[in-house]
């Protein structure tokens, strides 16, 4: 079974802390995703990956980076937190072949106090 | 930009009865893939069918289908025959395959399956 394994389920940071997402998959996909996840919004897309050290800004990217120096492994980085990114993140993977599904990670619950 | 929208943020249906939830799209790409994905209370998200833009045949799989209207940009999933455990939430989403793909959910619509 592919795997997408999300560092920490629930996350408390302060104000201003630099925040790592870790997301990292077991099957060589190409592409990597994070979103985050509000109600009433949907998954709104931060950035994406298709290959080692490539990436993407997704529709929301201000306040995030990413880093993807490994094939299985796509961070996501919080410069310096704020509270309006308290939410739920996900990370997935994906083949490149067109009508494969997206596999997703269990999510983290960021809070930012 | 490429957008979903789904426009039904709640739903709710008898058990054994039909539902339909709807999902609109806007691209100016001919190719690309559409989705439905159900989260349900666990968080972990499952694919529940795929309808490749090219296919006119519209996808089935086992009691959900989708009704894909390509020129009006709609891509509908219908649940026949609603199980307890089809409540959800559930997203439509839209992969981009020109260059980088790229793949966009809507704001999701939560089931409830009243028994």
């Known amino acids: 079974d592919v795997k997408v394994t999300q560092s920490s389920r629930y996350l408390v940071k302060r104000t201003g802390e630099k925040v790592f997402l870790e997301c990292v998959q077991d099957?060589?996909?190409?592409?990597m995703f994070w979103y985050r996840q509000d109600p009433g919004l949907g998954l709104r897309l931060i950035y994406f990956?298709?290959?080692?050290?490539?990436?993407e800004k997704g529709d929301i990217p201000e306040g995030y980076s990413v880093s993807r120096e490994k094939k299985e492994r796509f961070s996501l980085i919080l410069e310096s937190a704020s509270t309006n990114q308290t939410s739920m993140y996900l990370c997935a993977s994906q083949w490149t072949a067109l009508n494969t599904e997206a596999f997703f990670g269990q999510g983290t619950r960021l809070t930012v106090v | 930009a490429q957008t979903v929208t789904q426009s039904q943020p709640e739903m709710s249906v008898q058990e054994a009865e039909t539902v339909t939830l709807s999902c609109t799209y806007d691209t100016s790409e001919s190719d690309y893939y559409l989705f439905w994905y159900k989260q349900p209370p666990s968080r972990q998200m499952i694919l529940v069918i795929r309808?490749?833009?090219?296919?006119?045949q519209n996808a089935t799989e086992n009691r959900f289908s989708v009704n894909f209207q390509k020129a009006a940009k709609s891509f509908s999933l219908k649940i026949s025959d609603s199980q307890l455990g089809d409540a959800a939430m559930y997203f439509c989403?839209?992969?981009?395959?020109?260059?980088?793909?790229?793949?966009?959910f809507g704001q999701g619509t939560r089931l409830t399956i009243n028994p």
């Open positions: 990956s298709y290959d080692v050290k490539m990436k």
């Open positions: 099957m060589d996909h190409e592409n």
């Open positions: 309808q490749e833009a090219y296919k006119q």
């Open positions: 989403a839209f992969l981009i395959i020109q260059g980088a793909q790229k793949l966009v």
